[in-house]
């Protein structure tokens, strides 16, 4: 049994806005072929496969069943699957890895979010008794999160903008990004309300897409060309009621932060914030100082693939430190509504 | 993958179905309180009332039995507008979305405002509710809140309690195939099945797919027959709804001939009881004019009256 666990191996499928077959298996295959050829490890060396995805996205049922087909079940294999993002997926591998049930494992999410009308989709993950009926869209209910904020004097409608302008510029070198280049800041102002205070901008584009993340204990982990380190990994929920908690604040990251044991002199955060200001709420929940770079990669706002977007936010912040770019890296996801669910995992280099 | 093909197919799909909730000794006060035009929140320990009420007290975990009345008007404290109202939502003009504490509760639910446009809305304005007509007992008996004071005074009705609530979920997708379920369904357009085989274990896959055995794509295009084994089969005895056959009848897997993975179809042709394991039989093809892309152009399978497939030619694809 290994106490330590790095990530070894990350591949995303292009964020497109519409691609291909609902089933996914397409989309996932050459993902996972090249996610273990960074990891230099065999399919069949893989202990434990464990998915994110949801049936709602594609509108078939036991659509993860299907994606199966992707990674090769026969002989059997030791399958999981988890209907949240595959962060939580990744969060499960995690801990069969440190319960020693696994040395290796392989993690992946996927969804074809255009296959729907997907804000209207999103509705069903509410309060099926009160909420869900009503069928409140995910924009407008991060709007009114936005609303709230805003009201409160914790964000504004320009340092909303500055997020969708620095991301969308860093996201200029990523080539699995949907949307990217230069912005000024008063054109994006000048746009119209999508949902009062929210903006085209402040919204990530509605993405198809897969990830795949590879993880290893220590010493497999280290034979691999290249890992990062976790640190540490912990996820915490706040109430299912809209109304039952302040939404300015983000209590759920700040718990998973301080669980995970978020390092002060963090260099790099890629946060899973699909508006923007998520993002702001978000490094006000977690701490983050102005040193540390946030979503290098342009984050979810240049693409959101739902359930692989939050593990691609852990595969980005990996891959800041394998690079060498970042000695400390934490990649975070968020399911939900307004910043419901959240989970902070913490990357190191040696 | 066989070079440059059409775009796949894709076909819109619409499901929809009813969820059916039991309601539990909380919400079923406060519906049964909707349809009498009352709003009843649950008391926490702290003193706090909370609308839509909590079943459980989320600091002490007890049970939460101490339901209480508040008002039908309330105020804002976080909205948004919608120009473009979406399917389902409670109105079918331009709306606010708005979180909503209602006067005597300290939690705010979610609703629609019909303020008719956004300037009307702002964070600490006053609402009341608009009853629907008719209410049954569900969140949707409030119709949607609108600007203003005051409210239709609550009746009293001696109706059983609301204990059941019902939901209607309608989705509308764009169902699309891969590249190679569409070679597959355009291929059944001309009257003919398509196998593909995968390059590691050499089976041959109808409908094409990634190969379950080896997660790599299946590459070599393989014509399948139209006749094959019956590998394994049950005889439906149980109608149910949309059922477009008369019980009892039969679904088999067929292993077509070329195929290494049998497919479902129907036998028709015989009475249930005589199908057997290993019978042979063959596609009866609906009328050509009637072809489309779509597994539908074979209507069933019917014995073909050769002698029966010896057990080992089939038990490996069971």
């Given at each position: 049994m290994s106490t330590e666990v790095a990530v070894i191996g990350f591949a995303q499928a292009p964020c497109l806005p519409s691609a291909g077959t609902t089933s996914g298996v397409e989309?996932?295959?050459?993902?996972?072929?090249?996610?273990?050829?960074?990891?230099?490890?065999?399919?069949?060396?893989?202990?434990?496969?464990?998915?994110?995805?949801?049936?709602?996205?594609?509108?078939?049922?036991?659509?993860?069943?299907?994606?199966?087909?992707?990674?090769?079940?026969?002989?059997?294999?030791?399958?999981?699957?988890?209907?949240?993002?595959?962060?939580?997926?990744?969060?499960?591998?995690?801990?069969?890895?440190?319960?020693?049930?696994?040395?290796?494992?392989?993690?992946?999410?996927?969804?074809?979010?255009?296959?729907?009308?997907?804000?209207?989709?999103?509705?069903?993950?509410?309060?099926?008794?009160?909420?869900?009926?009503?069928?409140?869209?995910?924009?407008?209910?991060?709007?009114?999160?936005?609303?709230?904020?805003?009201?409160?004097?914790?964000?504004?409608?320009?340092?909303?903008?500055?997020?969708?302008?620095?991301?969308?510029?860093?996201?200029?070198?990523?080539?699995?990004?949907?949307?990217?280049?230069?912005?000024?800041?008063?054109?994006?102002?000048?746009?119209?309300?999508?949902?009062?205070?929210?903006?085209?901008?402040?919204?990530a584009p509605v993405s198809d897409g897969a990830a795949a993340l590879v993880l290893a204990a220590g010493e497999r982990a280290r034979r691999a060309p290249r890992r990062a380190w976790i640190s540490g990994m912990a996820h915490r929920i706040d109430p299912q009621g809209l109304g039952e908690r302040d939404l300015t604040e983000v209590p759920s990251a700040s718990a998973a932060a301080q669980a995970a044991c978020l390092p002060g002199d963090l260099d790099v955060a890629e946060l899973h914030a699909p508006f923007t200001h998520q993002e702001l709420l978000l490094r006000a929940a977690l701490g983050l100082g102005d040193r540390v770079r946030i979503n290098p990669s342009g984050g979810a706002l240049c693409g959101n693939p739902m359930f692989s977007a939050g593990l691609a936010r852990i595969g980005a912040a990996a891959g800041e430190v394998m690079s060498g770019r970042a000695r400390t890296a934490a990649g975070h996801a968020t399911s939900g509504p307004a910043l419901q669910q959240n989970l902070v995992c913490v990357l190191e280099a040696s | 993958m066989n070079g440059v093909d059409a775009p796949p197919l894709s076909a819109p799909l619409t499901i929809s179905f009813d969820y059916t909730r039991s309601l539990g000794p909380v919400l079923s006060r406060f519906m049964t309180g909707l349809r009498e035009r009352r709003v009843l929140g649950s008391r926490t320990a702290d003193g706090r009332v909370h609308v839509p009420p909590l079943e459980y007290d989320p600091a002490t975990h007890a049970p939460l039995t101490d339901l209480v009345e508040v008002a039908a008007t309330g105020t804002v404290t976080g909205w948004t507008w919608t120009d473009r109202p979406l399917d389902g939502q409670p109105l079918d003009r331009p709306f606010g979305w708005a979180l909503i504490r209602l006067d005597g509760a300290d939690t705010a639910l979610l609703h629609a405002v019909d303020a008719g446009r956004p300037e009307r809305m702002r964070t600490g304005m006053r609402v009341r509710i608009r009853w629907a007509a008719e209410r049954t007992g569900h969140i949707r008996d409030i119709a949607c809140f609108e600007p203003g004071e005051g409210s239709a005074d609550p009746l009293r009705l001696a109706d059983e309690p609301v204990t059941v609530m019902t939901t209607p979920i309608r989705l509308s997708y764009t169902h699309t195939t891969s590249a190679d379920e569409s070679r597959y369904l355009r291929a059944l357009a001309e009257g003919r099945l398509l196998g593909q085989r995968c390059p590691v274990c050499r089976k041959v896959y109808v409908p094409p797919r990634v190969c379950p055995a080896d997660g790599v794509p299946t590459e070599t295009e393989v014509a399948v027959r139209d006749r094959g084994t019956v590998t394994t089969f049950c005889v439906v005895n149980v109608p149910f709804a949309g059922q477009r056959l008369e019980p009892p009848y039969v679904v088999a897997q067929i292993l077509l001939d070329g195929a290494d993975i049998p497919v479902p179809h129907l036998i028709l042709g015989l009475p249930a009881d005589q199908v057997r394991m290993g019978m042979r039989v063959a596609a009866v093809w609906r009328d050509r004019a009637s072809w489309t892309t779509t597994p539908e152009n074979i209507a069933h399978f019917r014995p073909t009256g050769e002698p029966d497939a010896p057990y080992e030619s089939f038990q490996d694809h069971l």
């Open positions: 989309t996932l295959v050459p993902v996972l072929g090249r996610a273990l050829a960074e990891a230099r490890l065999d399919r069949r060396e893989v202990d434990f496969w464990c998915s994110g995805s949801s049936d709602y996205l594609a509108g078939r049922a036991f659509s993860f069943v299907n994606a199966v087909d992707a990674i090769g079940a026969y002989p059997p294999i030791c399958e999981s699957h988890v209907e949240m993002d595959a962060a939580w997926a990744c969060y499960e591998a995690y801990v069969q890895i440190l319960a020693g049930e696994a040395e290796t494992a392989l993690v992946y999410g996927f969804g074809k979010s255009s296959a729907g009308q997907l804000r209207r989709v999103l509705a069903l993950q509410l309060d099926p008794y009160t909420v869900a009926p009503l069928w409140p869209d995910s924009v407008s209910v991060a709007a009114v999160q936005a609303r709230c904020a805003v009201d409160a004097g914790v964000v504004s409608e320009r340092a909303m903008a500055e997020v969708a302008v620095r991301s969308r510029a860093d996201a200029r070198a990523n080539p699995y990004s949907q949307v990217s280049g230069v912005f000024d800041l008063d054109d994006l102002l000048a746009g119209p309300y999508l949902a009062d205070p929210l903006r085209g901008h402040d919204c | -």
